[in-house]
Nanobody, 125 residues
Framework: VQLQASGGGLVQTGDSLRLSCAGSGRTFSTYAVGWFRQAPGKEREFVAHINWSGTSTAHADSVKGRFTISRDNRNNTVNLQMNSLKPEDTAVYYC???????????????????WGQGTLVTVSS
């Protein structure tokens, strides 16, 4: 499984961005996917995850109500809609796929095997 994250950029406080994670291979639709972020000098942290079918999602408390994860398995993409962005959302955002098919999502980075290259989101105040 190969992943490519895109959609980052420089925005102002209160703006919106939509990140996309494009997956390769016919089996991408059978993997749970998570979004994580890492700010300078900080550890990578969980943002959101979605199961393989899209029927179960979870979001970190810090983004709940502002970010929404979704997936389109026909097009092999997982999206992260980010609204009401804040300066503290500034980070490199990574998408990742679980280590095996048909698993649920997880909040723990070590439970993901496949990682995209990251896309930078910068929110100015």
């Amino acid at each position: 499984v190969q992943l490519q994250a895109s959609g980052g950029g420089l925005v102002q406080t209160g703006d919106s961005l939509r990140l996309s994670c494009a997956g390769s291979g016919r089996t991408f639709s059978t993997y749970a996917v998570g979004w994580f972020r890492q700010a300078p000098g900080k550890e990578r942290e969980f943002v959101a995850h979605i199961n393989w079918s899209g029927t179960s999602t979870a979001h970190a408390d810090s983004v709940k109500g502002r970010f929404t994860i979704s997936r389109d398995n026909r097009n092999n993409t997982v999206n992260l809609q980010m609204n009401s962005l804040k300066p503290e959302d500034t980070a490199v955002y990574y998408c990742a796929a679980r280590s095996a098919r048909y698993l649920g999502g997880s909040r723990y980075p070590h439970e993901y095997l496949y990682w995209g290259q990251g896309t930078l989101v910068t929110v100015s105040s």
